[in-house]
Structure formats: structure tokens, C-alpha cells
């Protein structure tokens, strides 16, 4: 596993360390587009690599571990329709209720064995703002696959409270806590690095350079281990 570990970090560094210039020279996109992009599939990468160390440490067989694209059908609730007043509105739903759905999909589907355990959202920051949408999405999926796990993976957190610190047991911020007290999902948060998010402080710039410490991979690795053997 420490070779795995050590080939994401050094990763992390060559793409937060020289994504800044090549921002700056692009001449095809925006410089925030690139950044944003640059940081958004660095994180995705990474879950996906802990995911794939995690299993891996539970002596699981790779082929029995993959990630699905497909976006999942989220079908229109009966009790809706029965609640519309218009009659032709509600008739017009029922003769077309194969078209009614929402197609759903958060940045990681973890499938083991063809069967769906763990949804991930992937942030290069989180607010509370953010989360909101998050947890519908998640409730969402959760109306389907009730059994199903839900991780927020994010490199910093703006979220208020202790996500971003080293301790074992985090408090979180009264913010997320009121947030998450009005939906029935249960979010493991995995925050990569210390310190809360400031705007004005990004990471890919020199002078605000935060290092992405094994310590963080090896308890993000525990949580997926968790995750994966419900």
C-alpha cells in the first residue's frame, strides 16, 4: 500500500504544483476552467485509487470491483400524482409514466459483484450551500437502494467546524449538522487536507501550498475498508 500512497501524493503535487502556469499559458480555455477541471478529476482519481487500495487491503478479488458511468433512472413518486389537482395534468402523467424519471448520477458508483454499495461525491471544496445539493442527490439514490453507503470526498473543507482537522473523533460544524438533521441519509465526510478552505489562499498557487499527507490517504483507506465490508 505505501507505494500506492506514495504514487498519489506525488501526483497531487505535479498537478497542484504546475497546474497555476499552465493556466496561465492555456490560450484555448479560462484560467479558472483549468483549475477547476485540473482539481475536480485530481480528486475523482484519487477516491477511485483509495477505493481501489482499500479493496485490495480486504484481499478482494479487482474484477469483482468496478465503477460504473451509467446514470441511474429515478422514477416519478404515485403519491404525486394523485395529490395533482388538474385532472388532465394527472391523467396525462399516468399515460406517460414511462417517461416520467430523473436521471441521477454523483461522481463515483462503486459496484461490487454487479451489485451497487457506495456512492461518492467528489469536491475540491465543500460549503453548505453545495451540501444541500448533495443530499438530495444522495436521498435521491437512497429511495432506491436504501442499503446503499455515501462518502463526500473532498480535498478542503468549507464547511465549517473541525472537517478539515487531524482528529479522530470531529465534532463538524453546527451548519452541516442542522443541514444533515433534516434528511435520513447517513454522509461519511473524508476531508485530504488541513486547515479550512479561504478564498483567498488557493492551494495551486505557491505561497498557499498545502501538502497532501499520508496519515489522511491511510484513514480515508479505513473508511472505504468500512464501507466495503458492510
Known amino acids: 500500500m505505501e507505494e500506492e500512497l506514495n504514487s498519489i501524493i506525488e501526483a497531487y503535487d505535479d498537478l497542484i504544483k504546475g497546474i497555476e502556469k499552465e493556466a496561465k499559458v492555456s490560450t484555448d480555455r479560462a484560467y479558472g476552467g483549468i483549475i477547476r477541471a485540473g ?23 479487482l474484477e469483482d470491483l468496478h465503477f460504473a458511468n451509467k ?4 422514477p416519478i413518486k404515485k403519491e404525486y400524482i394523485e395529490k395533482i389537482k388538474n385532472e388532465e395534468v394527472r391523467q396525462y402523467i399516468k399515460d406517460n409514466i414511462n417517461e416520467f424519471y430523473y436521471l441521477l448520477k454523483t461522481d463515483i458508483h462503486v459496484f461490487i459483484k454487479e451489485e451497487f454499495k457506495i456512492a461518492v461525491e467528489c ?6 450551500a453545495m451540501l444541500k445539493r448533495i443530499l438530495v442527490d444522495f436521498t435521491l439514490l437512497k429511495s432506491l437502494y436504501p442499503n446503499l453507503s455515501f462518502v ?17 473523533i470531529k465534532f463538524g ?8 438533521s433534516y434528511f435520513d441519509v447517513e454522509i461519511n465526510i473524508i ?29 480515508a483507506v479505513q473508511v472505504f475498508k468500512t464501507l466495503l465490508i458492510r
Not at 482539481?39 to 478479488?61: C, D, F, H, P, Q
Not at 446514470?71 to 429515478?74: P, R, T
Not at 469536491?123 to 453548505?128: I, L, Q, V
Open 39 to 61: 482539481k475536480g478529476k485530481l480528486v475523482e482519481s484519487i477516491a477511485k485509487e483509495l477505493i481501489k487500495i482499500s479493496w485490495e487491503e480486504m484481499r478482494g478479488n
Open 123 to 128: 469536491k475540491a471544496y465543500t460549503e453548505n
Open 71 to 74: 446514470k441511474i433512472k429515478i
Open 173 to 180: 460544524s453546527p451548519s452541516t449538522h442542522t443541514l444533515l
Open 152 to 168: 463526500l470526498f473532498q480535498l478542503e473543507s468549507q464547511l465549517g467546524g473541525d472537517y478539515s482537522s487531524d482528529k479522530e
Open 191 to 219: 476531508t485530504l487536507l488541513k486547515g479550512e478552505r479561504k478564498v483567498d489562499q488557493p492551494i495551486h498557487k505557491e505561497e498557499f501550498y498545502k501538502p497532501l499527507e499520508k496519515d489522511a490517504l491511510k484513514e
